[in-house]
């Protein structure tokens, strides 16, 4: 892999019950970069997501990421090799605050076992201190300290999607997959949200793959931006190119319900 590719798909091959979902997929993100992948409604735009994140197990292919193979990693494997994400549907810990949604979030990165944690041993209680205190630093990043202590699921909708991305860069990654971050919301809260991701690359050189439909949002902040349709790569290059490339045209004229060109 090339030194400036933080992550190398090559050859991933996804089926279930003999339906493919991704086909032959080649993909790659550079360090330090915002990349968009796009694509119609059931293009296997998720389902790349759970392949790269040990979730579903592709039959072929391979997953690079710096220098390490994640094909073989379950998920809580993968997520301490530096890859966090968020999820097309908010989901976050009922009958849990903020805070500790996001604290949950750092369990990758502890290193008490379970005895000292049972014994409060001064180690496990410096620990944990350390725990809420950057998770309460992540909180303040995304912009939702004073929330910190209210049950999360009675959060307005927006500030779920916070506590979601602010748990994911409670994990340290070097590489953040964030899943329709703007579906739901008003067009406020998506300026907020496009500044949001700019900063999690510019302040804490996070690199950030996202998928979503605004197209507005995906051409104002994405470096590169990838086309999946059918599960196959139809298009990959700038904001510019992938306008103007008949084949991604087609792909979106070609769907039923029209959602997708917003
Ligand atoms: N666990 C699964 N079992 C069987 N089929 C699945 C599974 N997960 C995804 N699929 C199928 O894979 C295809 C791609 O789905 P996926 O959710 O990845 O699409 P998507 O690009 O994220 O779509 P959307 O934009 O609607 O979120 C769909 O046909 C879906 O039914
Ligand atoms: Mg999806």
Not at 17 to 44: H, Q
Not at 234 to 248: C, F, L, M, R, Y
């Amino acid at each position: 892999m090339a030194d400036n590719q933080l992550l190398a798909l090559s050859g991933v091959t996804l089926a279930f019950a003999g339906n493919t979902v991704l086909d032959d997929v080649n993909f790659s993100i550079p360090r330090d970069a915002i990349v968009s992948l796009i694509g119609p409604n059931g293009a296997g735009k998720t389902s790349l997501f759970n392949s790269i994140t040990g979730f579903y197990k592709p039959q072929g292919g391979s997953v690079r990421f710096d220098g390490q193979e994640l094909l073989k990693l379950k998920p809580h494997q993968v997520t301490a090799s530096g890859i966090a994400r968020t999820f097309q549907n908010v989901r976050l810990f009922r009958e849990m605050t903020v805070l500790e949604n996001v604290m949950s979030g750092m369990h990758c990165r502890t290193k008490s076992g379970a005895l000292a944690a049972v014994l409060r041993l001064p180690s496990q209680q410096r620990e944990e201190a350390e725990i809420r205190a950057f998770s309460e630093e992540c909180l303040a990043f995304v912009g939702i300290a004073d929330e910190a202590n209210r049950e999360a699921t009675t959060l307005a909708y927006g500030h779920q999607r916070r506590v979601e991305i602010a748990r994911a860069l409670a994990t340290k990654p070097k590489l953040l997959l964030l899943d329709e971050p703007a579906a739901g919301l008003n067009s406020g809260e998506k300026v907020a949200l496009t500044e949001l991701i700019a900063r999690i690359r510019n302040e804490l050189g996070i690199s950030v793959l996202l998928i979503e439909h605004d197209m507005g949002l995906v051409m104002k902040i994405s470096e590169r931006i990838s086309v999946l349709d059918h599960g196959k790569m139809i298009a990959e290059g700038t904001a510019k190119d992938i306008q103007n490339d008949p084949k991604v045209i087609e792909a979106y004229l070609g769907q039923d319900d029209g959602e997708g060109q917003s």
